[in-house]
């Protein structure tokens, strides 16, 4: 495992040993940010110009995989439990959603009427929302389900604010600091605030960071040179350093080792359970450190997870060929859910026309999920599917029974195959195995028709029949299955544009209420205006 640090360059140091392991640096200027993704794999680099790379640092040094090509970027952050989605925030006061496997932006959320630089962005514990921390000191609360500004976190206490971050398993609760010396946690769904620890440090808190183990435990750090020790559910500090150095930068990893970047270059390492000194101190930055981060515990990885050394050119050495997918209808699920029953689908059924539909339609998402009322949609277009395939059975039971072949109905009750019309949800399997039931019961059957035997020919003509109907119905099963698709698409859009229509009235509503309450106080006000004026007289 590794801790970064960067301030000119970025610089890896191994956690069991704390030596020197990599260094990578090509930009001129003090780096801005640094952060891993959560399954350990790339990290992160904004550059002091806005500029953001996806590093990798597998290999025997650090290499640059994707640059991401996007005008006056100024922060950026993985999304949790992976690294496929990166929220980017620029200059203007843009937030956007970049996709590293495509390589474009799946996601522009609209801007703030007073929209300045997005100077921190994160996402909350399970990707549903995500926090974009403005130079102004507002922080806009995106819902990443209904793509709209759900909520304007202010601070009546500063409006500069100099860390934000999401906790870790707590998707409501959001960390700010100030350069004031103020820590607040705020609570996203009430927007109240939950703890505020007022002038806590004597000048700007530089960073803020949650216990993986406890997640009661906050830590922050500030430039008079004092970490303070936290505990959210007590609402009080239980623990303070204070050292020789100017603090600009704080994280801590699951060995409750805490690292602390300096202004002179340092990098002081703590343990946790013991913080009368540190335990190590780096030397190797030469400049301010300007932020640290543990790379974290490396996680089990999905097939669905795709790499991003696949973006490699095919005569590059790191060319990595990605795992054998053997499922394209996963364009609905998110975070490698398993798919729906209700669905039930053979991965060989569907082939590359969903994934064309898909693209034609502009749909070829893998990060949304179904709700509810999509699985109620699903579940009724599913039983209007069955009762048309059960007119279709009969019709063609019909079309059958109208065949002229030289076998009699004696014959064919011998044979006693099954319908290939009845394959349940179209499943190309079902199809196989009945084919291959019906010709075993046709090399078993003694083809005896009155003391006759059938020959060769009709065979054959019964087998081709059979052949051509499967086909025909795997066919009906497509199309079956994109119609489906297409209801369930439309329904996720319609109950989209109803859930931004709520969220608009439910805006309506808080300011009409905070309008009535004041007008309900000034009323007040002046009920006792009147009452002292009549007490006078």
């Known amino acids: 495992m590794y801790l970064s640090s960067i301030s000119s360059r970025l610089l890896l140091y191994d956690t069991n040993t704390w030596d020197l392991k990599k260094s990578y640096g090509c930009y001129d200027g003090i780096l801005r940010d640094i952060s891993w993704s959560d399954d350990s794999k790339y990290i992160l680099q904004v550059n002091s110009k806005g500029l953001v790379d996806v590093l990798s640092p597998a290999d025997h040094e650090v290499r640059s995989l994707q640059h991401i090509p996007l005008k006056d970027t100024w922060s950026a952050s993985f999304q949790r439990d992976g690294h496929r989605n990166i929220a980017v925030g620029t200059k203007s006061g843009n937030v956007m959603i970049w996709d590293t496997k495509n390589k474009t932006i799946t996601k522009t959320f609209p801007t703030p009427s007073q929209a300045s630089c997005v100077n921190f962005v994160s996402y909350n514990a399970k990707n549903t929302s995500l926090a974009a ?15 709209i500004p759900v909520m304007t976190v202010k601070l009546s206490c ?7 971050k999401f906790h870790h398993d ?4 959001l960390g700010l600091a100030t350069d004031e010396g103020h820590v607040v946690l705020r609570d996203i769904t009430t927007n109240k605030d939950k703890n505020y620890f007022e002038n806590i440090h004597a000048s700007p808190v530089s960073d803020i960071a949650f216990s993986l183990i406890n997640k009661d435990v906050l830590l922050s750090s500030g430039y008079d040179k004092i970490m303070h020790v936290y505990d959210i559910r007590l609402q009080n500090v239980v623990s303070t350093i204070r050292t020789s150095y100017t603090l600009t930068s704080l994280a801590i990893n699951l060995e409750n080792q805490v690292a602390l970047g300096t202004k002179n270059g340092y990098v002081l390492i703590y343990d946790l359970r013991d913080l009368t000194n540190p335990f190590k101190v780096l030397r190797d930055h030469e400049t301010e450190v300007c932020k640290v981060a543990f790379q974290p515990l490396r996680k089990k990885t999905f097939s669905a997870d795709v790499s991003l050394r696949e973006d490699f050119d095919a005569n590059s050495p790191l060319k990595i060929q990605s795992p054998v997918r053997t499922r394209t209808s996963d364009v609905f699920l998110i975070n490698d859910t398993p798919p729906k029953n209700n669905l039930d689908v053979s991965g060989q059924v569907v082939d590359n026309k969903v994934d064309s539909f898909l693209v034609m339609m502009g749909l070829d998402k893998s990060n949304v999920d179904f709700d509810d009322d999509t699985k109620k949609s699903s579940e009724y277009e599913k039983n209007s599917d069955k009762h048309e395939m059960r007119y279709r059975q009969l019709d063609a039971e019909k079309n059958i029974s109208k065949i ?13 195959f099954i319908s290939p019309i009845v394959i349940p949800n179209g499943a190309m399997e079902d199809c196989r195995n009945s084919y291959s039931n019906i010709m075993s019961n046709i090399k078993q059957s003694n083809f005896n028709v009155e003391g006759g035997s059938v020959d060769s020919k009709t065979v054959e003509e019964l087998k081709d029949f059979i052949k051509l109907t499967l086909a025909d119905v795997a ?9 489906i698709m297409m209801a369930l698409t439309k329904q996720k859009l319609f109950l989209e544009k109803q859930l ?26 002046q009920i006792d205006q009147l009452k002292s004026q009549q007490n006078l007289f």
């Open 133 to 147: 921390t403005m130079l102004n000191g507002d922080t806009v609360i995106y819902g990443l389900v209904s793509n």
């Open 158 to 164: 500063s409006k500069s604010i100099s860390a934000m």
């Open 170 to 173: 707590s998707r409501s609760l």
């Open 404 to 416: 002229s072949t030289p076998i009699t109905s004696r014959t064919a009750d011998n044979l006693g």
């Open 475 to 483: 066919d009906d099963n497509r199309n079956y299955f994109l119609h």
């Open 500 to 525: 931004s229509g709520m969220s608009e009235q439910i805006q309506n509503l808080i300011q009409n209420q905070n309008v009535l309450v004041e007008t309900n106080r000034k009323l007040a006000l």
